[in-house]
């Protein structure tokens, strides 16, 4: 049985902005700035509320209309 070649998909950070040295790191906020990941985070979330009350919608038209 063969196995299939994964590739190393970490990221491999040589230097970050805020000076420290990390190799393999996975970081999210390198130079400390949360409030922008929280903005965004928000935002995300918000999009994915209103998208599912958006789909539900659209499923009730749907059956409404097949019915």
């Known amino acids: 049985m063969s196995r299939l070649a994964i590739p190393?998909?970490?990221?491999k950070v040589g230097h970050?902005?805020?000076g420290t040295h990390r190799i393999g790191a996975r970081t999210m906020a390198g130079n400390g700035d949360?409030?922008?990941h929280v903005a965004?985070?928000?935002s995300?979330?918000?999009m994915m509320k209103w998208g599912?009350?958006?789909?539900?919608l659209v499923v009730a038209l749907v059956i409404w209309l097949i019915s």
């Open 40 to 42: 965004t985070y928000s």
């Open 16 to 18: 970050i902005e805020d």
């Open 52 to 56: 599912s009350v958006g789909c539900a």
């Open 34 to 36: 949360m409030k922008a």
């Open 8 to 11: 190393d998909v970490r990221v």
């Open 44 to 46: 995300v979330t918000g």
